[in-house]
C-alpha cells in the first residue's frame, strides 16, 4: 500500500507519466508476489472479478500485458474499512436492478457557477445538454437536475428524488488526510453522506478523489454504499474535467443504448470495464490539442479519422491487453498512407500518456446492476 499511496499523493501534486506507468508495473508485480500459479490462471480466465480488499489490485499491470488488470477484466470491489460493517453487508441477500426498461437520472450540481470554476462547470452543463438530447431519442430517460449549495439542499433534492435509478453529484471533492476523510464539498460544506439517508441504487460522484485507498481513509463513496447504494462509481485521484466529461458521456451513451435493446453490455460492471477499455484513444488525444485537432478532422479518404478508426480500423484489431500499443500501430498506419509518418511521437513513441480511466473505482455490486436482460425484458413486456 505504501508504494500506491505514492502514487496517489504524486497525481494530487502533479506527477509525470513516465512515473505513473512505472508505478503500475512495480504495483502488478507486488500483487503477483502473492498469487500462486493456480490463482494467476483463475485470474487470467475470470470474466467478473470481485475485490474484498481495500486494495485496488485493478490499477496493477501484470506480467503478460502492457496495461492495468482493470482494462480486460471487470472488476467490483467491496471495501473493507471497517470489517465489522463489511460482515454486516455480506449477510444481506444482494439486489438485482434493471436499467433497461426505463431510467430516471437525479443530477446534483454542487459546482458554483463563477469565474474560478467556469470549465468545470461548463462541462457540467455539456453533459446536461447531452442527456436531454439523448432524452428525446428516448422517451424512458427521465432528467431531475439541480444546483444545489448547501447540505439541507442535498438531502431534500436527495429525498424528492427518492425514485431515481442513479444519482450523478457533480461537486469538487476534498480529501482530507489529516482526519483521515474523503468526501465532497456542499457550497463551503464538507459533505460525507453521513446522514443515513436513503440513496438510489446507483450513484455516480463525479468529483477528485471521492474514494481513495492509499492512505486506507473513509470515504463517501463508501458511506454511500452504507447508505444502501448497489453500486458507487468513485475516484482514486483529482480527475480532469473534460476526461471526466467524455468518460461520464460514455456511460449514459450506453444505458439509452441498453433501452433501445442494445446488447453490447449487460451489465453496469461490463459497460464500465468496456469504457476503459477502450479509452487509450481519448487519453492519447487528451496529451495533444493538436493530436486531437488532426484525430477529428478528414482524412485523405473522406472519413473523419477519429470515426473512421473506432468504427472501422480497430475492429477486431484492438487486444484488450495490449490497447495502448494496439491503437498506436493503427494511428501511425493512418500517418503513413497520408505520408505523416513520424508526426506525434511525442506522444506515440515515448508512452507519454495518462491512464486517468484506471483511476476511477467501481465499488459495490455493479454486476447486479443489468442494462439489459432477456429475462428481465421478456417478464416486463408479459405484464405490460
Excluded at 457540467?124 to 449549495?149: D, P, R, V, W
Excluded at 485521484?237 to 435493446?261: C, D, G, W
Aim: with cysteine; charged share 20%.
Amino acid at each position: 500500500m505504501a508504494e500506491y499511496d505514492r502514487l496517489e499523493e504524486c497525481c494530487k501534486n502533479g506527477t509525470n507519466n513516465q512515473f505513473v506507468w512505472r508505478s503500475l508495473n512495480n504495483l502488478g508485480k507486488e500483487f503477483e508476489r502473492y498469487l500462486n500459479t493456480r490463482q494467476k490462471w483463475l485470474l487470467n480466465r475470470a470474466k467478473d472479478i470481485t475485490v474484498f480488499s481495500d486494495f485496488p489490485i485493478g490499477i496493477g499491470v501484470m506480467s503478460d500485458s502492457e496495461v492495468p488488470l482493470q482494462c480486460y477484466r471487470s472488476i467490483s470491489y467491496q471495501p473493507l474499512t471497517p470489517l465489522t460493517r463489511r460482515l454486516q453487508q455480506e449477510t444481506l441477500k444482494k439486489r438485482q436492478y434493471y436499467l433497461g426498461e426505463s431510467c430516471k437520472i437525479a443530477i446534483a450540481e454542487c459546482i458554483p457557477n463563477d469565474e474560478n470554476n467556469k470549465y468545470i462547470y461548463q462541462a457540467g452543463e455539456c453533459l446536461l445538454n447531452l442527456l436531454k438530447t439523448m432524452q428525446a431519442h428516448a422517451k424512458s430517460l427521465e432528467i431531475s437536475h439541480k444546483h444545489i449549495s448547501d447540505i439541507p439542499t442535498m438531502l431534500k433534492f436527495i429525498n424528492d428524488n427518492a425514485d431515481a435509478d442513479i444519482l450523478y453529484i457533480s461537486a469538487h471533492g476534498y480529501y482530507n488526510r489529516s482526519k483521515n476523510m474523503a468526501g465532497i464539498m456542499v457550497g463551503n460544506q464538507f459533505w460525507m453522506a453521513s446522514e443515513g439517508i436513503q440513496t438510489s441504487p446507483v450513484v455516480i460522484l463525479s468529483s477528485c478523489h471521492t474514494a481513495p485507498r492509499g492512505f486506507g481513509c473513509i470515504t463517501i463513496a463508501d458511506m454511500f454504499l452504507r447508505c444502501g447504494a448497489l453500486a458507487v462509481l468513485g475516484t482514486f485521484i483529482p480527475v480532469n474535467a473534460q476526461s471526466n466529461l467524455l468518460l461520464m458521456l460514455r456511460l449514459f451513451t450506453y444505458v439509452v443504448e441498453a433501452q433501445h435493446k442494445n446488447k453490447q453490455y449487460k451489465t453496469l460492471s461490463d459497460a464500465w470495464s468496456g469504457i476503459v477499455a477502450t479509452n487509450a484513444i481519448h487519453e492519447l488525444m487528451a496529451m495533444s490539442e493538436k493530436f486531437k485537432i488532426w484525430m477529428h478532422a478528414f482524412g485523405k479518404n473522406g472519413k473523419r479519422r477519429i470515426m473512421d478508426f473506432q468504427l472501422e480500423r480497430c475492429v477486431g484489431r484492438l487486444r484488450p491487453t495490449h490497447i495502448y500499443s494496439d491503437t498506436i500501430t493503427i494511428i501511425k498506419e493512418m500517418l503513413l498512407e497520408e505520408g505523416m509518418q513520424g508526426k506525434f511521437d511525442n506522444i506515440l513513441s515515448q508512452n507519454d500518456y495518462f491512464p486517468e480511466s484506471v483511476f476511477y473505482q467501481m465499488l459495490g455490486s455493479p454486476e447486479n446492476i443489468f442494462l439489459y436482460n432477456e429475462i428481465f425484458d421478456e417478464y416486463i413486456q408479459k405484464n405490460k
